[in-house]
C-alpha cells in the first residue's frame, strides 16, 4: 500500500470543496483514481528528495563517491558508495577521540 494514500485522498476529495466544483456531488471512485496518481507523484517527489540527499553526502565526501570498483572516475556521485564511505568516517571519527581541539584553533586575522 502507498503510504501517501490517506494524504492524496483528502488532497483528492478537496476539489470538490474548490468553488467552481463545490456543487458537483463526489465521485468515489473518481476520487479514488485522482487519489492514486497523487500518491504516486507523492512518492515519486519523496524518492527524489532522498536521493539529492545521497548525492549532496557524495559531494561532502568528495573524490571517494565518484571511484568506481575498477578505479575509473564517474562524473556523478555513485550513491551505492555513500553509506560505504560514511560507515568509514563513522569508524575513523571514532578513531579520534584524543584530539585536542586546542590544536585545531586557527585564529582569524
Known sequence: MNVWIEESGQISESCWHDLETKD???DPVLREAVAVRIAN????VAQNQRNAVVVRCGEV???D???QDDGEKCDDVLC???P???TDISKNAEKCTDISW???YVPMS
Open 65 to 67: 563517491a565518484y571511484i
Open 61 to 63: 565526501i568528495g573524490s
Open 41 to 44: 507523484w507523492m512518492g515519486t
Open 84 to 86: 560505504e564511505k560514511c
Open 102 to 104: 586546542s590544536k585545531l
Open 80 to 82: 551505492v558508495k555513500v
Open 24 to 26: 458537483k456531488i463526489i
